[in-house]
């Protein structure tokens, strides 16, 4: 059974920088899309930024210019720049592995999540 491990979370001043990471273990290789995404107490989960397998990147609107997604083959990073109390939240990593054969059948088409970091940005 494979695990998605994020850190990198922590408390900043509005304007300050955090570096999530997601370290991918236990899962075979296969072509992924790799998602942050967050939640701040009661409001919904919602999308961060993706990489898809062939490179290329989305960002919520209010994202755009300030986070950067990047990933190796068993890591994806969460660069966020000019952090904004509004981003206070639960990060968490979410991976779709794509459809496929052999052992990448076995865990494609499901999503599977990290435990979650937590951000907390004060004005």
């Known amino acids: 059974q494979g695990v998605l491990m994020e850190s990198g979370g922590g408390s900043v001043q509005a304007g300050g920088s955090l570096r999530l990471s997601c370290a991918e273990a236990g899962y075979p290789i296969c072509k992924r899309t790799m998602s942050w995404k967050r939640q701040s107490p009661g409001n919904a989960r919602e999308p961060v930024s993706t990489?898809?397998?062939?490179?290329t990147t989305n960002y919520v609107d209010s994202g755009k210019d300030r986070f950067t997604i990047s990933g190796t083959t068993r890591t994806v990073y969460l660069e966020m720049n000019s952090l904004k109390p509004e981003d206070t939240a639960t990060y968490y990593c979410?991976?779709?592995?794509?459809?496929?054969?052999?052992?990448?059948?076995?865990?494609?088409?499901?999503?599977?999540w990290g435990q979650g970091t937590q951000v907390a940005v004060s004005s």
């Open positions: 979410q991976a779709f592995f794509l459809p496929n054969t052999g052992m990448c059948a076995k865990v494609a088409g499901r999503d599977y």
């Open positions: 990489l898809l397998q062939d490179g």
